[in-house]
């Protein structure tokens, strides 16, 4: 900080000194050097140290020069700027390990011509840039703005001490006041660095006035803040002090009873809670409800839950979410086998969130049958990203409330089981498992499903309103999953909500790998048996599956080896101590006789027999359409338990048939006088849809050519009245159905042929697939002609 004197000072040496037309270059990372500062240089540079040697042997003046990029380690003629200041060299001190401490002098403005050396050290031919001043009011004007501005900046901050205000007053060159208030502002260096360059004293007082006003605005309303947190702090300790105070007093009146300490620890749970600024304020204004109550009061015991319920909400407590891809994918390869697809679609999805930062955004939907993992691959999202994980069965639910919870008006109301469950979870961003959506009922108590649409809607849940709470709850941050069997029950704007993630069924191969690496190893676990004492054989695997048990997933797969842990557990408590191993052959004796038949092709082609291909509840089946001719009026029969969309299907096939091969047929008057009956045998099944079609309309005209039909192909598709083939859906498991059947070749529908890259390569290498767009190239392809 420059005094009296030593202005005085460097007034003669700028007057009696010279600069260079040639100066050594100095970068500075850290400042801008303004002429009359005191600058301190600290140099360990072995170059920088051969610079301030060659300056201080001669005429002991450099240039400083700000650099434009501080992290620039080695800043060459691009990386500084072009105007800096002379500076002179008045004290040198230098330490043991080579330091170089300088105490230098800004003498005035310079400005770089020409670089004339780039190493070991920048040297520069400079010319000294001299102040334009005009006198001028406007000039006395601004110098008196920028003059009390500071002022009031060095009465509003304390780092800045009033002796600034008595060497301000003895400058004399407007110029030279400019330099001394500029060096002081605690202000950016791009702005210093403009005020550096700036050479006319008019252009640079304006400059330096706006930063004034900024500064003094800054400094203004931070001294405000200031002021409001301790009026704040103040308040908060005065009620602390009195409070503290009236519990003495009650202590000595021997009023300090269990109801008044009650009433404080709920006051002091509310301020350490982590609540929102709503909730805090509903709280605060129960809490007064409920300090005026006698304790007797029926409304008391409503009142104390009702706080409990809010203080016990995770309103600000989140879990910090782990969104390591790597991680995640060994996590649902170590919990699942096999669904390839599924998990890349989850990671996937991770991935998204984990670019956009947060988990708002779309809700997943699991869909596939029983058995196949949905909950379990919830549970295993949830343990990849490091999140509690909450479970809701919604089967059977009918009652709103059970969503939106009751209101405080009704006797034993609570919270909805969704405000619940994130009690339970501890954080407001769990992952929230919605099972069985398909499953929602409703009656006279409200439809669940349409309190679900604001659950499940990023744009509305972030405010979600439980009845019993009736204060907003940020549901935004959980990662809600659904699970479901089918989406028919589904209401579409429920639907329309919701990511749909589609879990196929399992084959056979990948059941028997998931039995050997999960299911058995838990199920001997459960059960006490030592690990070489049971071994289950490939074949002793697929009879399991085919014979005892018929579904897409493997929840019935683990029950029947549950079933033989226990009886080989029986075994060795009963002193039998030799090692089972279960075959195809033994596997009757430990689960009984066979609970269903193989689904196996036909031996033979038969006249009047197709089969078809059907997607059911537990994955793929494959079906016989049968039909028999009759002598009749030309009446068709359907039976087998077929719905609506079915019976319709037949109905275009026969009207298909009728009107493109009767003309050819044997006989023309077939129709006439023969009644046709159409059946599909397990009677005892529902059945429904129209991707029967095909195979109806080829049954019949097999029945019509008297010709058989090929018995190893299967087929597939929805037929118009025109003949035409359209897409259906499920080819997967269907074809799985057909794999495990015998089938040798598959019909499906052209528009189809984009489906295949879903199906195992293992089965796609054992199977034929035709691809058909119109009924007559079905008919020509599996009826055997000759």
């Given at each position: 900080?420059?005094?009296?004197?030593?202005?005085?000072?460097?007034?003669?040496?700028?007057?009696?000194?010279?600069?260079?037309?040639?100066?050594?270059?100095?970068?500075?990372?850290?400042?801008?050097?303004?002429?009359?500062?005191?600058?301190?240089?600290?140099?360990?540079?072995?170059?920088?140290?051969?610079?301030?040697?060659?300056?201080?042997?001669?005429?002991?003046?450099?240039?400083?020069?700000?650099?434009?990029?501080?992290?620039?380690?080695?800043?060459?003629?691009?990386?500084?700027?072009?105007?800096?200041?002379?500076?002179?060299?008045?004290?040198?001190?230098?330490?043991?390990?080579?330091?170089?401490?300088?105490?230098?002098?800004?003498?005035?403005?310079?400005?770089?011509?020409?670089?004339?050396?780039?190493?070991?050290?920048?040297?520069?031919?400079?010319?000294?840039?001299?102040?334009?001043?005009?006198?001028?009011?406007?000039?006395?004007?601004?110098?008196?703005?920028?003059?009390?501005?500071?002022?009031?900046?060095?009465?509003?901050?304390?780092?800045?001490?009033?002796?600034?205000?008595?060497?301000?007053?003895?400058?004399?060159?407007?110029?030279?006041?400019?330099?001394?208030?500029?060096?002081?502002?605690?202000?950016?260096?791009?702005?210093?660095?403009?005020?550096?360059?700036?050479?006319?004293?008019?252009?640079?007082?304006?400059?330096?006035?706006?930063?004034?006003?900024?500064?003094?605005?800054?400094?203004?309303?931070?001294?405000?803040?200031?002021?409001?947190?301790?009026?704040?702090?103040?308040?908060?300790?005065?009620?602390?002090?009195?409070?503290?105070?009236?519990?003495?007093?009650?202590?000595?009146?021997?009023?300090?009873?269990?109801?008044?300490?009650?009433?404080?620890?709920?006051?002091?749970?509310?301020?350490?809670?982590?609540?929102?600024?709503?909730?805090?304020?509903?709280?605060?204004?129960?809490?007064?409800?409920?300090?005026?109550?006698?304790?007797?009061?029926?409304?008391?015991?409503?009142?104390?839950?009702?706080?409990?319920?809010?203080?016990?909400?995770?309103?600000?407590?989140?879990?910090?979410?782990?969104?390591?891809?790597?991680?995640?994918?060994?996590?649902?390869?170590?919990?699942?086998?096999?669904?390839?697809?599924?998990?890349?679609?989850?990671?996937?999805?991770?991935?998204?969130?984990?670019?956009?930062?947060?988990?708002?955004?779309?809700?997943?939907?699991?869909?596939?049958?029983?058995?196949?993992?949905?909950?379990?691959?919830?549970?295993?999202?949830?343990?990849?990203?490091?999140?509690?994980?909450?479970?809701?069965?919604?089967?059977?639910?009918?009652?709103?409330?059970?969503?939106?919870?009751?209101?405080?008006?009704?006797?034993?109301?609570?919270?909805?089981?969704?405000?619940?469950?994130?009690?339970?979870?501890?954080?407001?961003?769990?992952?929230?498992?919605?099972?069985?959506?398909?499953?929602?009922?409703?009656?006279?108590?409200?439809?669940?499903?349409?309190?679900?649409?604001?659950?499940?809607?990023?744009?509305?849940?972030?405010?979600?309103?439980?009845?019993?709470?009736?204060?907003?709850?940020?549901?935004?941050?959980?990662?809600?999953?659904?699970?479901?069997?089918?989406?028919?029950?589904?209401?579409?704007?429920?639907?329309?909500?919701?990511?749909?993630?589609?879990?196929?069924?399992?084959?056979?191969?990948?059941?028997?790998?998931?039995?050997?690496?999960?299911?058995?190893?838990?199920?001997?676990?459960?059960?006490?048996?030592?690990?070489?004492?049971?071994?289950?054989?490939?074949?002793?695997?697929?009879?399991?599956?085919?014979?005892?048990?018929?579904?897409?997933?493997?929840?019935?797969?683990?029950?029947?080896?549950?079933?033989?842990?226990?009886?080989?557990?029986?075994?060795?408590?009963?002193?039998?101590?030799?090692?089972?191993?279960?075959?195809?052959?033994?596997?009757?004796?430990?689960?009984?006789?066979?609970?269903?038949?193989?689904?196996?092709?036909?031996?033979?082609?038969?006249?009047?027999?197709?089969?078809?291909?059907?997607?059911?509840?537990?994955?793929?089946?494959?079906?016989?359409?049968?039909?028999?001719?009759?002598k009749g009026s030309g009446r068709m029969q359907l039976t087998g338990q077929l719905g609506g969309v079915m019976k319709e299907s037949a109905e275009a096939a026969l009207s298909f048939v009728k009107a493109h091969y009767l003309q050819d047929a044997p006989d023309p008057r077939f129709f006439e006088v023969n009644d046709i009956h159409v059946h599909v045998p397990a009677g005892a099944v529902p059945k429904d849809g129209p991707s029967a079609g095909v195979a109806i309309a080829t049954t019949i005209a097999s029945l019509l050519f008297g010709k058989p039909i090929r018995?190893?192909?299967?087929?597939?598709?929805?037929?118009?009245?025109?003949?035409?083939?359209?897409?259906?859906?499920?080819?997967?498991?269907?074809?799985?159905?057909?794999?495990?059947?015998?089938?040798?070749?598959?019909?499906?529908?052209?528009?189809?042929?984009?489906?295949?890259?879903?199906?195992?390569?293992?089965?796609?290498?054992?199977?034929?697939?035709?691809?058909?767009?119109?009924?007559?190239?079905?008919?020509?392809?599996?009826?055997?002609?000759?």
């Open positions: 900080m420059p005094t009296k004197s030593s202005v005085d000072f460097e007034e003669q040496i700028v007057r009696l000194s010279q600069v260079p037309k040639e100066l050594a270059i100095l970068p500075i990372n850290d400042a801008v050097v303004f002429p009359l500062n005191l600058v301190p240089l600290l140099i360990n540079d072995p170059d920088l140290l051969k610079l301030a040697d060659g300056a201080l042997a001669s005429h002991k003046i450099i240039g400083a020069f700000t650099q434009k990029n501080s992290s620039t380690e080695r800043p060459g003629p691009e990386d500084v700027f072009k105007v800096g200041t002379a500076v002179l060299l008045q004290k040198m001190i230098r330490f043991p390990n080579g330091e170089m401490r300088l105490m230098g002098r800004g003498l005035t403005r310079i400005k770089v011509v020409d670089f004339t050396q780039i190493e070991p050290f920048l040297v520069a031919k400079v010319e000294v840039m001299d102040d334009v001043v005009e006198k001028s009011d406007l000039v006395k004007a601004y110098l008196k703005t920028v003059v009390n501005s500071f002022s009031k900046i060095i009465d509003e901050s304390e780092n800045l001490p009033d002796e600034l205000k008595i060497i301000v007053e003895n400058l004399k060159e407007e110029g030279r006041i400019a330099d001394v208030i500029a060096s002081n502002l605690n202000i950016d260096m791009g702005k210093k660095q403009s005020l550096l360059e700036e050479g006319n004293v008019l252009a640079r007082l304006k400059l330096l006035s706006k930063y004034l006003m900024d500064e003094l605005d800054v400094l203004q309303l931070g001294k405000k803040l200031q002021s409001d947190v301790k009026k704040e702090m103040d308040r908060e300790q005065r009620e602390y002090y009195l409070r503290q105070q009236l519990k003495a007093i009650r202590r000595e009146l021997g009023e300090d009873d269990d109801r008044t300490l009650e009433i404080e620890e709920i006051r002091e749970a509310i301020i350490k809670a982590k609540l929102s600024p709503k909730a805090r304020e509903v709280a605060e204004r129960e809490l007064d409800r409920l300090q005026k109550m006698s304790p007797g009061a029926a409304e008391y015991t409503v009142s104390k839950t009702y706080l409990d319920w809010i203080m016990e909400l995770p309103w600000e407590t989140s879990t910090e979410d782990n969104l390591d891809i790597q991680l995640a994918q060994r996590v649902l390869d170590e919990d699942h086998y096999g669904l390839e697809s599924v998990k890349e679609r989850i990671l996937e999805f991770l991935s998204v969130k984990k670019l956009r930062e947060s988990m708002k955004g779309s809700i997943i939907c699991f869909v596939g049958p029983p058995g196949v993992g949905k909950t379990s691959l919830g549970q295993s999202i949830a343990r990849a990203i490091g999140r509690k994980f909450v479970r809701m069965s919604l089967g059977g639910m009918k009652d709103e409330a059970e969503i939106r919870g009751h209101r405080r008006t009704y006797i034993g109301a609570l919270p909805g089981r969704i405000i619940q469950g994130v009690r339970n979870a501890g954080s407001n961003n769990p992952v929230f498992m919605l099972d069985e959506i398909d499953k929602l009922g409703s009656d006279f108590r409200g439809d669940p499903a349409s309190a679900l649409l604001e659950v499940l809607d990023p744009a509305q849940n972030h405010s979600f309103e439980d009845h019993y709470l009736n204060i907003p709850f940020d549901l935004s941050k959980v990662f809600f999953i659904t699970t479901a069997n089918w989406l028919d029950p589904v209401p579409r704007p429920l639907l329309d909500r919701m990511e749909v993630i589609e879990l196929p069924g399992y084959i056979t191969l990948e059941k028997i790998e998931i039995a050997k690496r999960y299911l058995l190893p838990r199920q001997m676990e459960e059960n006490g048996i030592p690990k070489d004492m049971l071994k289950v054989a490939d074949g002793g695997y697929w009879s399991i599956i085919q014979i005892y048990t018929r579904e897409a997933g493997v929840r019935n797969l683990e029950r029947k080896l549950a079933t033989i842990c226990r009886k080989v557990a029986k075994r060795l408590v009963s002193g039998n101590r030799r090692k089972v191993t279960i075959t195809e052959r033994n596997v009757g004796a430990y689960l009984g006789p066979k609970q269903f038949a193989s689904e196996i092709a036909l031996k033979k082609p038969m006249v009047g027999v197709a089969t078809g291909l059907a997607k059911t509840f537990a994955g793929g089946e494959i079906l016989f359409i049968e039909a028999l001719k009759m018995h190893d192909y299967a087929m597939t598709g929805e037929i118009t009245l025109t003949g035409k083939v359209l897409p259906i859906g499920g080819l997967k498991d269907k074809v799985i159905a057909a794999h495990r059947a015998g089938i040798k070749t598959v019909l499906i529908p052209a528009d189809n042929k984009g489906d295949l890259e879903e199906i195992p390569a293992v089965i796609q290498k054992d199977l034929k697939f035709f691809f058909v767009s119109r009924a007559e190239q079905a008919i020509e392809k599996t009826i055997i002609w000759k």
